[in-house]
Every structure is written in C-alpha cells, then in structure tokens.
C-alpha cells in the first residue's frame, strides 16, 4: 500500500510540473489543461482551482451516470493535483518565461515529457481513479463506443470549451493530444520493468 502510495504522489508531483511547464510556454495545453487557463482568466481563481471544480464535477457526472456513489479518491486526486498545478505555477513563472517560439517549444516539449512521465509514473500505482479517465470509460460505456473514440470526443468538447472561455488553445494543444498516448505507454513500459525488479527486494523487506 505504502509503495503504490509512493508511485501516485511523486507521479503527480512530476505531472504537475510538466503541466505547469506546458502553461509557461503560452503555446497551448492539453484539452483540460486548457479550459483551466481560460476559466481562470475568465473569472479568476487560480488554475489549480478550477482543476479541483472541474474534476469534482465530473466525479458528479460519473456518479449520477454510473448510478452510485461519487468516488472519493478520485475527488483526493483532483485536489493533488489542482494544489500541484498552482505550486508549480507560482514556482516558475518568475523564473521561466520563454518570449521567443524556439524557447517556448522546447518549453512545451520539456513539459509534455514530463506530464508524460509523470502521469506513467502515476498509473504504476493503480491506486486513485482519475476523474477524466473515469468519464471516457462511463461515456464509453453508456455509448457503446470504444475508449480511443470517446476519449476524442470528450477532448473535442474540452477544446470547445477552452475556446469559448479563451482558453490556452495553440500547437501545444494539438501536440499533446497526438503525442502524450505514446509517450505515456513508453514510459509506463520502462517503468513496469523497474517495478518488477524492485517487487522481489520489497518483497524480502516486508518478511
């Protein structure tokens, strides 16, 4: 219990500040990362905070769509990561704030691979569901669609929404919807092999 707590609080701790990294570069997040900034800069409240709105309303939605009780683990989830998001932020926006593109993008790609990174790290532990996750699997599973498709479409309702609210929508946001998948599965395979060498000395630890 204690070592796949250890994976899921470092794991959002990486993935914080890769999100906060993508913020800085100012050339687009991810789809929910996205309708954060604009609904903090539409009315106020920090980034972190609406993480935290967000993800409990979906963990409504869930719940009502799901027809049981709202998961408090998850709802644990979104408060690490919206305290995450605003620690990192308020970290390094005095420190790193590329104003030219070719800075910006290798802020960007920094932050993508560590989100990437981060979010591998995370699922190692099995431990918390996470609350946009658990909406494509309940849309998935009230549409009869698969998971890669619902997962777009929710994505393309985020966007939307990101735009409506001025939202930080650019060619990060279309980089990171491609490329997060790939780079996450690459890393959660590397890091499934350390666990396994790591379980038979954990293992003789507890004995």
């Given amino acids: 219990m204690y070592y796949r707590a250890m994976y899921y609080t470092v794991g959002i701790i990486i993935m914080t500040l890769g999100i906060a990294l993508t913020i800085q570069s100012a050339l687009g997040t991810s789809p929910f990362d996205a309708l954060l900034v604009g609904l903090h800069r539409t009315f106020g ?14 963990i409504v939605f869930n719940a009502i769509a799901e027809r049981r009780r709202p998961e408090l683990l998850a709802l ?13 932020v308020f970290s390094i926006r005095d420190t790193i704030h590329p104003d030219v593109f070719w800075s910006q993008l290798a802020c960007l790609l920094a932050g993508m691979v560590i989100a990437g990174f981060g979010i591998a790290f995370n699922l190692q532990a ?13 849309v998935s599973n009230l549409t009869g669609w698969n998971v890669s498709i619902s997962r777009a479409l929710i994505s393309i309702l985020l966007v939307l929404l990101a735009f409506f609210f001025g939202g930080a929508i650019g060619i990060g946001t279309v980089l990171i919807t491609l490329l997060s998948g790939p ?19 954990t293992d003789s630890i507890h004995m």
Avoid: H, Y
């Avoid at 099995?126 to 309940?138: G, H, I, Q």
């Fill in 183 to 201: 780079l996450i599965q690459v890393f959660m395979a590397q890091i499934e092999k350390v666990d396994r060498r790591m379980q038979p000395v």
């Fill in 45 to 58: 409240l920090t980034i972190g905070s609406w993480e935290i709105v967000v993800g409990f309303s979906m």
């Fill in 76 to 88: 644990a989830t979104s408060l690490l990561t919206g305290a995450g998001i605003d620690f990192w």
């Fill in 126 to 138: 099995d431990f918390a569901p996470n609350p946009f996750d658990r909406m494509m699997l309940v």
